[in-house]
């Protein structure tokens, strides 16, 4: 990971100032790299890598560091990582092209390996979060939205990352068939605990636990699942307040506390929770096909920390 954090810090280099100063102050923001470290952690799993695991862990940093600067000029975010987002300090513009030439280095660093099959899985991943993006965008305060279409929303725009990042971990690693097959089933179920984790946190966490402030998915109009539950079974009364809300940049922490009390009476975050942790049991059950080994171990072991943030 030291390898991997040289890597991302030096191509975030530019001689245009402003590309290195906005990358950097999202990159060293505090940041898991959790991506990347499930990428080193699947590679090591099956000692038989090239070193492309590097380049490989550093691309899907910036990957996911240019949808979070895209997604706050979508979202008109103000918060990100715990301080003003990106756009706050340099506009959107910015905020907009820096992603972009993130990405760029994103796949300079893949075709570097000279890996083709792993450049499509991961040229397969953009593809599909930028659809889920814009599929969730498209369900923006729609009250007709389904728990299918928030399984969908979650599994393109979030979980594809993950199963991207642990596959071409274990194909840098030498694993055969199986082996990756294993490795991404269990990055696609991880992906999907750790995104209803997060959604529930925008309402059951303290503010802060995500980096932003609580109830912003219900002021930007996000269809999350404890809100599709909650709108599914309220009364009218209840549907009312819930769309009064919803989509209302200026929604009051009264409003978003009326909100989650009805969540409460319905009990949509601990229903959500039950679903993450169905995700989380499916990806521990992944790995099982693998020998025992301290990577596994650390694998099983970022499964039970991702959902455990929510207790």
């Keep these: 990971m030291s390898r991997v954090n040289e890597l991302i810090l030096s191509r975030a280099h530019s001689h245009v100032d402003m590309v290195p100063e906005l990358a950097r102050y999202l990159i060293e923001s505090g940041g898991k790299r959790l991506r990347p470290m499930l990428t080193v952690a699947a590679a090591q799993l099956f000692k038989k890598g090239t070193g492309s695991a590097i380049n490989f862990a550093a691309a899907v940093e910036f990957m996911h560091n240019a949808t979070l600067l895209h997604d706050d000029v979508v979202d008109e975010s103000d918060m990100r990582r715990g301080k003003p987002a990106a756009r706050m300090v340099w506009g959107n513009k910015a905020s907009i092209l820096v ?40 369900k923006t305060g729609d009250l007709t939205t389904t728990p299918a279409d928030y399984a969908e929303v979650i599994r393109a725009k979030t979980a594809v990352l993950f199963q ?145 943030r929510a207790f």
Excluded: W
Aim: contains cysteine; negative net charge.
């Design 99 to 138: 992603g972009d030439f993130l990405l760029g280095q994103a796949f300079m660093m893949m075709v570097e390996t000279g890996d083709i099959g792993a450049l499509g899985v991961l040229s397969a991943a953009s593809a599909v979060m930028a659809e889920g993006e814009v599929f969730q965008l498209s």
């Design 164 to 308: 991207a990042a642990c596959e071409v971990g274990a194909m840098s690693g030498g694993a055969d068939a199986a082996g990756r097959q294993a490795l991404a089933r269990y990055g696609l179920e991880l992906g999907n605990a750790f995104q209803l984790v997060d959604d529930v946190l925008d309402y059951g966490g303290q503010a802060g636990t995500l980096g932003k402030n609580t109830g912003d998915d219900l002021r930007e109009g996000k269809m999350t699942l404890p809100v599709i539950l909650a709108l599914s079974e309220g009364t009218e009364d209840e549907r009312a307040t819930i769309g009064k809300a919803l989509g209302d940049a200026e929604a009051t922490d009264a409003q978003v506390n009326a909100v989650v009390a009805i969540m409460e009476r319905y009990k949509t975050l601990e229903r959500t929770l039950e679903q993450a942790q169905g995700h989380a049991r499916a990806a521990q059950q992944a790995l099982e096909i693998l020998p025992q080994s301290e990577m596994r171990a650390l694998l099983g072991e970022v499964v039970e920390h991702s959902v455990a």
